[in-house]
């Protein structure tokens, strides 16, 4: 995609064609990072759901396991 191959020997529209190169690759650059961001953010919720859930798991195993006890009992 090299212009100076395509015997454009045009300093100007090289480096507009350059520019345009260039300022394309940033936009791309800016999209990435915003998902990215949005990817992380959305990972740590996630993470956060992840440990609630755990915890709500593992209260309700210990409920479970008393009530086994209690009926062993029984």
């Known amino acids: 995609m090299f212009l100076a191959g395509e015997g454009n020997s045009d300093p ?5 064609a350059l520019q345009k190169r260039v300022k394309r690759q940033e936009n791309l650059l800016q999209k990435c990072k915003e998902v990215m961001r949005t990817h992380k953010e ?28 209690a009926n062993l009992c029984v």
């Open 12 to 16: 100007t529209k090289l480096m507009e």
């Open 42 to 69: 959305r990972s740590a919720q996630l993470s956060t759901e992840n440990e609630i859930l755990q915890e709500q798991l593992q209260e309700r195993l210990q409920e479970l396991e008393k009530i086994k006890v």
